[in-house]
């Protein structure tokens, strides 16, 4: 039979593991109470900084609460200026509309004034081209008085001196000789051809001045109608054995109303065969520019003396020299020359020296296609 008796130093081994045992759990124990001692300790701890925190956050809930307010506050503030800005923004808009439609209609009145003061400048400058116009006409019908009293004296000259011859004739045609008669005879055809001339001359000038002279300017040839007036001049200049040349180098094409100037040269060739010497010569030229026609007609005559140059185309002061041979003029020649020339947009005018002989010199437009 086994022995289950334990012997002694099993019991000592056994309270030994017993003792550890004890002891352990009694330093578990001691290390439980220690660290549930640290853990109160800290959760004490924790709980007062819960604590700290829980009354920070309600001091900051109250602090949160009054600045809600105080931005609601101002919210509300800005709300109202935010009403009051519109309403500033709605005024403003409203007066610059006001402003606007004050503006435009400034504009427009100053538009409206400004139109008027055109109209009225242009009125204004009317009724000084009226007034200048009016003076024109006063002074040319002062000048047409003056020139028809002066014609009205030319006129009553030669018959004059007609009505005397025949009446001296009519008295003593019993009595004079053939070579007497045929005398008086030839002074009264001179007189009388002087008159119908200045006849002639006075209609084709009063149907100028009335509108009733047509005027129909056309392509024309220079050469053609310079040889024409030449040609019926050429009878007049044999008498006096004057010779008339004519420098036209190349073809000219004019534009220009063929009876009117016609007439100016049959004028301008007849003057310088008055006043050219027996045996003299008479030049005629023509050259072109750009625009124009240059025609001169000179003459190795008598010349003109200063004092009457700047008389020769006015009509207040109608001049007539007698010829080299005598021969009588009528005045108008030159004023029909200015007329017709004018008339075309063109110009004459004359170069002379007393003695050494004239120069007349125009101008009119070629012909441009």
Same mark, same amino acid.
């Given at each position: /039979?086994?022995?289950?008796?334990p012997?002694y130093?099993?019991?000592?081994?056994?309270?030994?593991?017993l003792?550890?045992?004890?002891?352990?759990?009694?330093?578990?124990?001691?290390f439980?109470?220690?660290?549930? #001692?640290?853990?109160?300790?800290?959760?004490s701890?924790?709980?007062?900084?819960?604590?700290f925190?829980?009354?920070?956050?309600?001091?900051?809930? !109250?602090?949160?609460?009054?600045?809600?307010?105080e931005?609601a506050?101002?919210?509300?503030v800005?709300?109202?200026?935010?009403?009051?800005?519109?309403?500033?923004?709605?005024e403003?808009?409203?007066?610059?509309k006001?402003?606007?439609?004050?503006?435009?209609?400034?504009?427009?009145?100053? $538009?409206?004034?400004?139109?008027q003061?055109?109209?009225?400048?242009k009125?204004?400058? !009317?009724?000084?081209?009226?007034?200048? #116009?009016?003076?024109?006409?006063?002074?040319?019908?002062?000048?047409?008085?003056?020139?028809? @009293?002066i014609?009205?004296?030319?006129?009553? @000259?030669?018959?004059?001196?007609?009505?005397?011859?025949?009446?001296?004739?009519?008295?003593?045609?019993?009595?004079?000789?053939?070579?007497?008669?045929?005398?008086?005879?030839?002074?009264v @055809?001179?007189?009388?051809?002087?008159?119908?001339?200045?006849?002639e001359?006075?209609?084709?000038?009063?149907?100028?001045? @009335?509108? $009733?002279?047509p005027?129909e300017?056309?392509?024309?040839?220079?050469? +053609?109608?310079c040889?024409?007036?030449v #040609?019926?001049?050429?009878?007049?200049?044999?008498?006096k054995?004057?010779?008339?040349?004519?420098?036209?180098?190349e073809?000219?094409?004019?534009?220009? +109303?063929?009876? /009117?100037?016609?007439?100016?040269?049959?004028?301008?060739?007849?003057?310088?065969?008055?006043?050219?010497?027996?045996?003299?010569?008479?030049?005629?030229?023509?050259e072109?520019?750009?625009?124009?026609?240059?025609?001169?007609?000179s003459?190795?005559?008598?010349?003109?003396?200063?004092?009457?140059?700047? $008389?020769l185309? +006015?009509?207040?002061?109608?001049?007539?020299?007698?010829?080299?041979?005598?021969?009588?003029?009528?005045?108008?020649?030159l004023?029909?020359?200015?007329?017709?020339?004018?008339k075309?947009?063109?110009?004459?005018?004359? #170069?002379?020296?007393?003695?050494?002989?004239? $120069?007349?010199k125009l101008s009119?437009?070629?012909?441009?296609?």
């Open positions: /039979m086994i022995n289950d008796k012997t130093e099993e019991l000592e081994n056994q309270i030994a593991e003792n550890k045992q004890n002891e352990l759990i009694r330093l578990n124990s001691a439980q109470n220690t660290e549930k #001692e640290k853990r109160a300790d800290e959760l701890i924790a709980n007062k900084e819960l604590v925190q829980n009354e920070e956050k309600e001091k900051r809930a !109250e602090e949160l609460i009054i600045a809600n307010k931005l506050f101002q919210n509300k800005r709300e109202k200026r935010a009403a009051e800005l519109d309403i500033a923004y709605e403003l808009a409203f007066q610059n006001v402003k606007e439609k004050r503006a435009a209609e400034l504009s427009n009145a100053n $538009k409206e004034l400004a139109f003061n055109k109209e009225k400048e009125r204004a400058a !009317e009724l000084i081209i009226a007034n200048k #116009e009016l003076k024109q006409l006063l002074q040319l019908n002062s000048d047409k008085d003056l020139f028809i @009293s014609l009205a004296h030319d006129l009553r @000259s030669p018959f004059v001196s007609i009505l005397g011859f025949l009446n001296l004739l009519v008295e003593n045609i019993r009595t004079y000789d053939i070579n007497e008669i045929e005398e008086h005879i030839n002074i @055809s001179h007189a009388a051809k002087n008159t119908f001339n200045l006849l001359d006075l209609i084709i000038w009063t149907q100028s001045q @009335s509108g $009733k002279l005027y300017p056309q392509k024309l040839n220079f050469s +053609d109608i040889a024409d007036a #040609e019926v001049l050429k009878l007049t200049a044999n008498e054995n004057i010779t008339i040349n004519q420098f036209v180098a073809v000219i094409i004019v534009y220009a +109303d063929i009876n /009117m100037l016609k007439t100016v040269l049959r004028n301008l060739v007849s003057n310088a065969i008055k006043f050219t010497n027996l045996g003299g010569r008479i030049d005629i030229y023509a072109k520019t750009q625009s124009n026609i240059i025609i001169s007609v003459d190795e005559g008598i010349g003109i003396a200063p004092e009457i140059l700047n $008389k185309f +006015d009509i207040t002061q109608i001049h007539s020299t007698i010829g080299t041979a005598d021969e009588k003029g009528t005045g108008l020649g004023l029909l020359c200015k007329e017709f020339v004018e075309h947009d063109g110009k004459i005018w004359v #170069e002379s020296e007393l003695g050494k002989g004239s $120069k007349f009119l437009p070629l012909y441009k296609n």
